[in-house]
């Protein structure tokens, strides 16, 4: 099963920001996007700190959690992903 541009972002952020294991839910994921959408909207492109804000902003378990190796997907790039309409079949 593929995972989705929503998941890989998910995943990315677990990874990176050491959520909980039932973090980011759909919902914390959808703030933290419209967080940095809303960066993007006044023309600012989102640093590592940015993200680290809205993750810390709206996962209360953030930085909880390791995790072993190292993900370097840009979360820039997982967010444009994930904010397109989802293609047509």
């Known amino acids: 099963?593929?995972?989705t541009e929503d998941q890989k972002l998910a995943h990315s952020l677990k990874i990176k920001f050491g959520l909980g294991p039932h973090e980011p839910s759909a919902g914390q994921l959808a703030a933290i996007k419209r967080h940095?959408?809303?960066?993007?909207d006044q023309g600012i492109q989102p640093t590592h700190s940015d993200w680290e804000h809205?993750?810390?902003q709206y996962c209360p378990g953030a930085g909880s959690?390791?995790?072993s190796g190292l993900d370097n997907s840009d979360l820039n790039a997982l967010l444009m992903l994930a904010l397109k309409p989802p293609a047509k079949r």
Do not use: D, F, N, P
Not at 36 to 40: D, V
């Open 65 to 67: 959690c390791r995790y």
């Open 54 to 56: 809205a993750v810390y």
């Open 36 to 40: 940095i959408q809303s960066l993007r």
């Open 1 to 3: 099963m593929q995972m």
